[in-house]
């Protein structure tokens, strides 16, 4: 069997390779364009390549039996889903807040969170569902902290399927509903901070949770002399 995995997140590379490093079957592992810089030296060695999904050839899509998404940033063309058997493994819990950061707009509307793994169709993060497991959101997290726990729950859905993806034993559950979508202009609008807008404190906290996630600048504001200001929350439980 020929196998693909695209990815653009390190944790998920890493978790791959070593799975690979296991297995009999031929597995190949890309990132996006985009992404490859953090993949530099793997990329050397021969690990992982680069691939633009919108480039493929017809021999790529006759080459590989079954591919799966890993947080990939690139969506998955309609001739690739038609033709190759392909599954997501997405940080969120379908069919709520499908798109982009789904744990930050949770935080931010109540909707339920969680990882979803799903047969691929041509819509994003859309298809019928294989499993899913749902995270609870605290008071005191963050996007962060609901991210890490997302992305555990990620690897535990790809260490109970994998082998039975692979030998087609899995139902389809069709999602009911389809949901809502936010994309990264969505986001790039909430980091805008208005500062004249009324909300209640509770308001403000979600805001800044679901903003803060280490590592990242995400909300800001900008000074009475226009300096970009930046805003995280930190929360001690």
Same mark, same amino acid.
């Given at each position: 069997m020929?196998?693909?995995?695209i990815t653009d997140n390190r944790?998920?590379?890493e978790r791959i390779d070593s799975? #690979?490093?296991? #297995?009999?079957?031929?597995?190949?592992i890309y990132c996006s364009p985009t992404s &490859?810089?953090?993949f530099l030296n793997e990329i050397e060695e021969g690990l992982i390549?680069?691939?633009?999904?919108?480039?493929?050839s017809k021999n790529f899509k006759e080459k590989f039996d079954i591919g799966f998404s890993c947080h990939c940033k690139q969506i998955f063309p309609s001739e690739l889903v038609e033709s190759v058997r392909c599954f997501n493994f997405h940080p969120g819990l379908n069919p709520h807040n499908r798109g982009w950061f789904p744990q930050v707009f949770s935080i931010l509307n109540g909707k339920p969170v969680g990882a979803t793994l799903h047969?691929?169709?041509e819509k994003?993060?859309?298809?019928?569902?294989?499993?899913q497991r749902i995270i609870k959101i605290t008071d005191w997290d963050t996007s962060k902290s609901v991210y890490d726990r997302v992305l555990q729950s990620e690897f535990n859905l790809f260490d109970q399927w994998i082998d039975r993806l692979l030998k087609g034993e899995f139902k389809e559950i069709g999602l009911e509903l389809e949901g809502n979508y936010n994309s990264i202009s969505d986001f790039k609008k909430?980091? &805008?901070i208005d500062l004249d807008k009324r909300v209640s404190f509770k308001e403000a906290i979600d805001y800044l949770r679901a903003m803060t996630f280490d590592g990242y600048d995400n909300a800001y504001f900008y000074s009475s002399d226009g300096r970009k200001i930046y805003v995280s929350l930190n929360i001690k439980v």
């Open positions: 020929k196998i693909f995995f944790k998920w590379f799975w #690979r490093k296991e #297995r009999i079957e031929d597995i190949d &490859a810089e953090p390549s680069i691939l633009d999904v919108n480039l493929l047969k691929m169709d994003i993060d859309h298809g019928p569902i294989v499993d909430l980091c &805008a």
